[in-house]
Every structure is written in C-alpha cells, then in structure tokens.
C-alpha cells in the first residue's frame, strides 16, 4: 500500500548560533521517508513471496502429477502414470485382500498394470533384485531365469526395468527406490498381444513419482 507524505510548507525559524543550519530538519525528514518506503517496500515484497510460493507449489504438483480419467496419483506408492483412453481403473473392492494398491486393465481385460510396495518376503536389495524376484515369483520361475534388464533412474530415483516372455505370457516390472523403500508397477498381457504389450508399456512410459 503506498504511503504519502506532506512536507511542511513553513519556513523553519532562524537557526540559534551554534545551532544546527535551517537545512538539516528538511534533510531528517526526508531521510525518514525514505526509511518508512524501504520498510514497506520489503513488506510488500515479503507478503508477495509467502502468497505466491505455496500457490506455486500446489500448481506445479497438479501439473506433475494430474488425476482424472486417464491418470493416477497412487497415495500409497507415490507412484504416477496414465492409461490408454480404453483402459479403465479396477475398483478397489474387486483387489480384495490383495496387496496391490492400484491396478488398472485394458478393456479387454487381456492386459493389465499395477502399483504395490516390494513385498518384504523377497528380502530385495535393491530395485533391479526386487525386479527380477518379482517377476520370479509371476512366471514361476528362478531368479536367475534369463530376462531382459534396464537399469536407471525415474525423476532421479534408482530404478531398474526388467521384462520376461515366457511362451504364454509377457511380463514387465518397474521398481523404484524412494526414500530407502522399493515401490514397483507390474504389468503383464499374453506373449502374442503385441499391441496390448505396446499398451502396457505405454503406461509404465507414463511413470514418474508424485
């Protein structure tokens, strides 16, 4: 708010000898004023700074990471991604007592992704282990099965991508290491699907981290 001053159009009185000169009110009244502007100008910059940052913050997070028909904020991951216009989200009373905590399916329902954490009876050590385990324990076959592997990073974060097609079916697992704990998205269709297969990787290409 800007602020205003009236300097007096009075003369000031004849200094006393030994006095300070007739200048020197003028010169302390504008020193003043110009004190009385620098503080409100840092007030209004200080105000302006606490009201745009939280705003800031709160649109750049929609932005990261937006939820509506075809995208997802998983809360218990922190997970992100989106879906093919045909997919749709499976409700949470079908998943039961299972561990994921989002899954979403083609409409077919030939083709499925889902988020959870690294189940704690895999005893992972890091996000390519925890990868490769899981997909053990889908395939039914060892950890030490010959799969196709890519380690990285996803927004910063070490992660590994590892893929299995065994005869019937097509596997790809995502694994994430955030803040000391693995989170992963699964996702899995039959071998011969190569268009559901290009859908699953379509929304594991939509990863990122809320």
């Not at 409409?107 to 390519?128: F, H, I, K, M, Y």
């Not at 039914?140 to 990073?153: C, F, K, L, N, R």
Request: hydrophobic residues 45%.
């Amino acid at each position: 708010m800007p602020y205003f001053a009236v300097m007096s159009q009075q003369t000031p009185p004849p200094a006393e000898p030994g006095g300070p000169p007739p200048a020197a009110p003028r010169r302390a009244a504008r020193a003043r004023i110009a004190l009385i502007a620098s503080l409100v100008a840092v007030a209004v910059l200080v105000g302006a700074l606490l009201w745009w940052s939280p705003w800031q913050s709160e649109e750049s997070a929609a932005a990261a990471c937006p939820e509506d028909a075809t995208h997802f904020a998983d809360q218990e991951t922190g997970l992100c991604f989106g879906i093919p216009e045909d997919w749709v989200r499976v409700d949470e009373a079908e998943l039961g007592e299972s561990d994921y905590t989002l899954v979403v399916e083609s409409d077919s329902g030939n083709a499925w992704a889902g988020t959870r954490p690294v189940p704690q009876e895999l005893s992972a050590t890091d996000p390519e282990d925890a990868a490769r385990k899981m997909i053990s324990v889908l395939a039914e076959v060892g950890a030490d099965a010959p799969m196709q592997i890519d380690t990285g990073s996803l927004d910063g974060h070490d992660s590994a991508v590892v893929e299995l097609k065994t005869v019937a079916i097509w596997y790809q697992v995502i694994a994430v290491e955030v803040d000391g704990d693995i989170v992963m998205m699964l996702g899995s269709t039959f071998s011969g699907e190569d268009g559901l297969i290009e859908q699953v990787e379509q929304v594991h290409d939509s990863l990122s981290l809320a």
